[in-house]
């Protein structure tokens, strides 16, 4: 199918795309990489009047550290986050989410804050922004806005973000210490996308326990979410087999999983204990290197 007609306008600034998208709030959508929101578009699953084309602002595509926290651009493509140092050595699971997200097209044209503010339930990154307890800043026409990642994804294609705003920058808490990340998924065949992703974020004290530990998993359920009941077992305790085998048993307990042709609501909720197993594992192995 062909997208319905729109006008196509190019911002220069930041600035100006948000005065643009506050005078056509209820008509417009904010154009990134293009790759869910064109599809979408052919679909007529959306029918936008005004495409605002942000993905030429020099100012939204960064990755930087300072004063202890990881920023990022929302204009900063998969590809980028994916081949970085500085996130491999600070949160190794956001550089495997984004490396495992579609193909090589997708991910160098695909954004960071695209991606986020779709809020697909199978995509991938949500499940390493909200294990890193990271915080989206959003600019609307009445200056930024910071929302804790706990609070940003809200359903199947929902965020907190309201219409007139737009995703800035992406900010994550470096981790001091014996710490280690990492993601892993089993995709859809066809898409790619996550049929269950689990990021596993730990942090070991001196005799080897767990004095953090965050699981964040995707494409289960209506959106990404913690799994609170592991996470609180295994907080102070060794990492063995056996006790991260029983603590991911709750890993997917009280969610409301998708049932599709890809995978019933069982599967994805075993999966869910299996990949929040698999996450730890990886995350624990990471701490060694
Ligand atoms: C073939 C294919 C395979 C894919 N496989 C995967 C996969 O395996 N895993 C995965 O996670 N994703 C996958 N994707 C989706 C891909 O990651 C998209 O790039 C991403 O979801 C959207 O980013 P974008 O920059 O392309 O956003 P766009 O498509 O431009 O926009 C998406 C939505 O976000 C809004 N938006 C964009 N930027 C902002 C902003 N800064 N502030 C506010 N709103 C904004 C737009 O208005 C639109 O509603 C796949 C896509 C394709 C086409």
Redesign the pocket.
Known sequence: MIAQNFEYVVPASLGEAVSLLEKHTERA????????????MKLRL?T?EFL?D??RIPE?SYIKEDGGTLRIG??T??YTIETSDLIRRRLPALSD?AG????V???N????????????P?????ASILAADATIV?LGPRGERQILASKFFLDMLTTA?ARN????EIQIPVKSGKSGSAYL?M??KA????ICGAAALIELDGSGALSKVAIGI?GVGSHAFRAAKTEAELKGKKPSPEVLKKACEQASDGVTALDDIHASADYRLDMARVFARRALEAAIARTAS
């Open positions: 959508k904010i154009l990134a990489g293009g790759h869910s929101l064109i599809p979408m959306a936008p605002i942000i993905s939204l929302a204009l493509t998969h989410a495992l997200i579609g193909d097209q997708v991910r044209k695909g954004t960071i804050g695209g991606s986020i503010a779709h809020a697909d199978a995509a991938d990154y949500p959003a973000l705003e737009i995703v800035r998924k995709a859809q898409s790619g996308f996550a995707t």
